[in-house]
C-alpha cells in the first residue's frame, strides 16, 4: 500500500470515491478556517490527537464547533481518561504535523496503533471536509466514504455520539 499524500489520491480513485480538494492558505485551528468553510459545502470538521491514562492513542473528529467534553469522552468510547497526544507522537504514528490532523491520516498508521472515532453526525454526513495530510487544503467526501476508506487501511472505525460541552 501507497502511503502519504500520493496514496492517499490512489486509493480515492481506485474505490471510485468521489471528492473535491480545494487549496487554500495554511489554517491551524478552526477559527482560522472560517473564510474557508463559508465557501465549501458541507459539514466541516476538527480533529483532536488523544492519549488515555492506558497509554493508547485515539484520532477524534467531530463537527468544527463541537467543544467536546474531554471529561464524559471516555465513557462515550471506552477508553480511561484522555489528555492531548504530543506532537512527536503525532508525526511518529501519523506522519503528519500539528495543525494537519485529519482521519485520512491513518492511512499512515499502523493497524492497531491509534483507534480512531468518528462522530456519529459526521459518519452519517453527504460531505464532510477534512485536510488531506496537510493544512493548506481541504477535501471534501462522504461520512460512508471516510469509513470505507479506513476499513481498507486495515482500521476499524468506532462511530459514536460525542459528549460536547453545553454553552
Known sequence: MQRGESGLLADLAAHGIAHEIHEHEAVFTVEESRGIKDSLP???TKNLFLKDAKGAFWLLTVPAEAQVDLKALP????CKRVSFGKAEDMECLLGIAPGSVTPLAMINAEPGSITVVLDERLAAADRINVHPL????????????????LQHWGHEPLVALI???EE
Open 75 to 78: 465513557q462515550a468510547i471506552g
Open 163 to 165: 459528549p460536547v460541552r
Open 42 to 44: 458541507g459539514e466541516h
Open 134 to 149: 496537510r493544512n493548506t487544503a481541504t477535501v471534501g467526501l462522504s461520512g460512508a466514504d471516510t469509513l470505507k476508506l
